[in-house]
């Protein structure tokens, strides 16, 4: 992938034309907003924008896999074009299911049924550790790509600091080492002792969709706050939600 072929961000012409110019062929993004904001909409129209193109990864930490198959879809995208990888259904059969039944153990003792009991072989052996899952994926990728992780607020919740920054670090160098694009969601309210603020440093992108109160709905702005090394070209937009996504009025991209 080159400078020049690398046109698409989001799929949307008024953001894309401006700004990916100046972003390097390899980026990380980081998107901060609430689910209610409709920034997990943006993720997804991030994701699809690469479909096509090159591998695309989404992975949710949240979603049940249906019902993201389902909001892909909805946007015009076909789920079976990228690869969902849903960590919050492997961490549930991985330590939390294990957990459980690790306390059952100690409550009640194991019984003559629990030893002739079914065994449960699908269900993949030894421990489960989060950051060793996605730096093994990375390792894999020797090609441009897109990736999605939606939301950076599970890894802060199960790991400490230093390792979601590892994660973080490795997704950065994989970008920049084969020309991928990636982009980390962040949920919780974004400040500079946050689990969003240790990330802006590292990122190329950096956004915010925040929702306000307009009479009796709300509308979406998306800050755009760091692109590149152009602090000129940070943004405001005024987002509208269409049939596939948001797009971005005509005549508001202005200068923050």
């Not at 930490?61 to 909001?71: G, K, P």
């Not at 074009?81 to 690790?102: H, K, P, Q």
């Not at 590292?202 to 602090?231: C, I, N, S, W």
């Amino acid at each position: 992938m080159t400078v020049d072929e690398r046109t698409t961000v989001f799929g949307v012409p008024e953001f894309d034309e401006p700004l990916a110019p100046a972003l390097p062929v390899g980026f990380l993004a980081i998107l901060a907003g609430g689910t209610s904001s409709g920034a997990p909409v943006l993720a997804r129209q991030f994701a699809r924008a690469a479909v096509g193109s090159v591998p695309v990864r989404y992975y949710t930490t949240y979603d049940r896999t249906d019902d993201l198959q389902r909001a892909f879809r909805e946007i015009g995208a076909d789920p079976a074009s990228l690869t969902i990888v849903n960590l919050a259904d492997e961490y549930y059969e991985r330590v939390l299911l294990r957990g459980l039944d690790v306390a059952r153990v100690r409550e009640r003792g194991i019984t003559l049924d629990d030893l002739h009991a079914d065994p449960r072989p699908n269900r993949a052996p030894g421990p489960y550790r989060l950051a060793d899952r996605m730096l093994s994926d990375l390792a894999g990728i020797d090609a441009p790509f897109r990736l999605v992780i939606d939301s950076m607020d599970f890894f802060f919740e199960v790991l400490g600091p230093k390792d979601v920054m590892q994660v973080a670090r490795e997704v950065r160098h994989c970008c920049r080492s084969v020309g991928g694009q990636a982009l980390l969601a962040v949920h919780a309210p974004r400040h500079e002792s946050g689990p969003g603020g240790l990330l802006v440093d590292l990122a190329d992108l950096v956004m915010d969709v925040r929702a306000e109160p307009h009479g009796d709905r709300f509308e979406q702005t998306l800050l755009v706050e760091k692109v590149g090394y152009r602090p000129d070209l940070a943004r405001v937009l005024k987002m509208r939600l269409g049939e596939t996504g948001w797009g971005f009025s005509d005549g508001t991209l202005a200068r923050k």
